[in-house]
């Protein structure tokens, strides 16, 4: 058992005869930190350490760090939960506990929240959406509390002004998902992390619109052709006929998206 957290992804350190601080090093300069509270140190990278955002990580365009809960629990067994005051089904994970590894994490980080949001991963939250992925992705890194069981102690929440924030009206087992979510989100707006940085701009959400339709090989299938203006090779059609078609789309499938766009919000 170690409470040191656990970094995910490596860098390739060359030796050099001149000794260097590791935040000098320009590959990591300006790289965004995600640091994880959780039980579940294990679960990550998870699908986190898969394609452009595994690459990213390896390459020390980003870093994770995981802050197994678990040795900062109480007594022999390290017990990090406790039973509801006022009676009630479950378990809630103890502010004593979380507190030790809230401050572990906030060693070397900002306390100005805006550089550093710390938030909690909770269905009461308020929900994530692409501004506050596009808010933190221009963070320096972010602290984020993944509860279990019946969630925590809310004096912890209190006490250091964190951030409750949902991935959506359902309930999860542990946060770790919806954490793994959101950092995905937040990491592929980074520069620097997706090849083509014109598809962050471009997408679903960026705009307050849904994507159009996409098409590719073959051009013709199962009776299926692709929509003729997208082989014409005329551009200002096409634009055209995505703009129209991200319009429809949007104003059938998210009415609320739609009258928001209207009304220019
Ligand atoms: N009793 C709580 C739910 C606990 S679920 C309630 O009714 O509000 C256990 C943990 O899963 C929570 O502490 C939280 O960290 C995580 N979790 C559950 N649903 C979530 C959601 N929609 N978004 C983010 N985290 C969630």
Redesign the pocket.
């Known amino acids: 058992m170690t409470d040191k957290p656990k970094s995910h992804g490596r860098l390739a350190m060359r030796p050099t005869l001149q000794p260097r601080s590791l935040m000098d090093a320009p590959e990591l300069r300006g790289s965004w930190v995600a640091k994880v509270i959780t039980l579940f140190p294990e679960a990550f990278p998870g699908v986190l350490g898969e394609s452009l955002t595994g690459r990213a990580l390896k390459h020390g365009a980003w870093r994770l760090e995981t802050i197994d809960l678990r040795p900062f629990g109480e007594g022999k067994h390290r017990n990090v939960d406790d039973t509801p005051a006022g009676g009630g089904a479950?378990m809630v994970l103890r502010a004593d506990v979380l507190s030790r590894a809230l401050d572990r994490a906030a060693e070397g980080t900002p306390a100005d929240r805006a550089r550093w949001p710390v938030v909690?991963?909770?269905?009461?939250?308020r929900r994530f959406d692409q501004a506050t992925a596009r808010r933190w992705s221009r963070a320096e890194g972010i602290t984020m509390?993944?509860?279990?069981?019946?969630?925590?102690d809310e004096r912890v929440l209190e006490e250091y002004g964190i951030e409750e924030?949902?991935?959506?009206?359902?309930?999860?087992?542990?946060?770790e998902i919806?954490a793994q979510a959101m950092i995905d989100a937040t990491v592929r707006l980074r520069p620097g992390i997706l090849g083509n940085a014109a598809s962050t701009e471009e997408e679903s959400h960026a705009s307050g619109l849904l994507e159009h339709p996409q098409y590719t090989r073959p051009a013709e299938w199962r009776g299926r052709p692709i929509p003729p203006v997208l082989l014409s090779g005329n551009h200002a059609a096409i634009e055209q006929w995505r703009r129209e078609q991200s319009e429809k789309i949007t104003r059938e499938r998210r009415p609320d998206l739609w009258n928001k766009h209207e009304s220019g919000d």
């Open positions: 479950g909690y991963l909770s269905p009461r939250g509390l993944c509860g279990r069981f019946e969630g925590v924030v949902s991935l959506g009206d359902f309930v999860l087992t542990g946060g919806a």
